[in-house]
């Protein structure tokens, strides 16, 4: 399975990015796309998940109201729209796909679950 993330880039504070997840390879319809994010010096954190199959949604507390997730199934693609960014909100973004997800909170923010990777995409937000 490989995962290709793109559409990071820079924006000034309040405004929008849409973050998109191609996944190819071995397919499933049973996984959790994840969106992951790490800033400089700081822990690799969850963002936002979705369950492939049914579509339920998972956010993080930081993002709730500002960030939606969706997945396009004919096209393998995930995405993340990104609206009202905040400085905060600059990392390094990444996708992941967990093959057995659970409904644990426990289980689809730990990053270590995951088993396949996008390789990241930049995000910077300008005060």
């Known amino acids: 399975v490989q995962l290709q993330a793109s559409g990071g880039g820079l924006v000034q504070a309040g405004g929008s990015l849409r973050l998109s997840c191609a996944a190819s390879?071995?397919?499933?319809?049973?996984?959790?796309m994840g969106w992951f994010r790490q800033a400089p010096g700081k822990e690799r954190e969850f963002v936002s998940g979705?369950?492939?199959?049914?579509?339920?949604?998972q956010y993080a507390d930081s993002v709730k109201g500002r960030f939606t997730v969706s997945r396009d199934k004919d096209k393998n693609t995930g995405y993340l729209q990104m609206n009202s960014l905040k400085p905060e909100d600059t990392a390094v973004y990444y996708c992941?796909?967990?093959?057995?997800?659970?409904?644990?909170?426990?289980?689809?923010?730990?990053?270590?679950?995951?088993?396949?990777w996008g390789q990241g995409t930049q995000v910077t937000v300008s005060s």
């Open positions: 390879g071995r397919t499933f319809s049973t996984y959790r």
């Open positions: 979705i369950r492939w199959s049914s579509g339920v949604t």
């Open positions: 992941a796909l967990d093959e057995n997800p659970t409904w644990y909170i426990s289980d689809y923010v730990n990053w270590k679950r995951y088993e396949y």
